[in-house]
């Protein structure tokens, strides 16, 4: 990854075994990023399992532990950015759930990169489409409508008929 020019940042389980190097004094830009505590460390119970140095920031609460790899100099790969990183992070995460969940994509067909591109686009088309066409988000339920259709379960005047029936009880507040 480091010769592609690329550089990961994780989350730390509490159970990880940490071997601290140097432990830095935390610096006033660091303390403004959240950091309450930033180490020099390598990874690994034994040293034959060992990892090659890391930095290692605390961020705030215990559960936001996060790391950077040492592919990147410090003054490029700061506290900031990788708190920023690990935000963004989340943001993929819920996207990603959301497309599993809601749009019924619980795993790719495609196993090209192009193939999963695609099937990414279609879901995102047809989401698209449902709320210009009916100015809501889809939910579960109406994705599923979809589904039943694009395997041809039902047909057009169906599809729309049911779409119907589930956008007025989406209004209504009632399950059908």
Not at 41 to 65: D, K, M, P, Q
Not at 142 to 157: A, P, Q, S
Request: with cysteine; charged share 25%.
């Amino acid at each position: 990854m480091a010769r592609r020019g690329g550089f990961f940042v994780f989350r730390f389980r509490e159970s990880a075994v940490i071997n601290v190097e140097e432990e830095p004094t935390v610096t006033a830009e660091d303390r403004a990023a959240g950091v309450v505590r930033h180490l020099w460390a390598t990874l690994g119970a034994t040293e034959t399992l060992r990892s090659i140095r890391v930095a290692w920031w605390r961020f705030g609460r215990s559960s936001s532990t996060f790391s950077s790899s040492p592919n990147l100099p410090v003054d490029q790969a700061t506290a900031a950015l990788v708190g920023l990183i690990y935000r963004k992070l989340w943001d993929i995460e819920l996207f990603f759930g959301w497309i599993k969940c809601i749009l019924g994509c619980r795993h790719f067909f495609a196993e090209s990169q192009e193939g999963v591109a695609i099937q990414l686009y279609l879901a995102l088309i047809a989401s698209l489409l449902f709320q210009y066409y009916t100015g809501r988000r889809p939910n579960r339920r109406v994705m599923e409508l979809i589904h039943f259709y694009m395997m041809g379960w039902v047909d057009n005047d169906e599809l729309v008929a049911l779409l119907e029936k589930q956008m007025a009880s989406m209004k209504t507040g009632k399950k059908r």
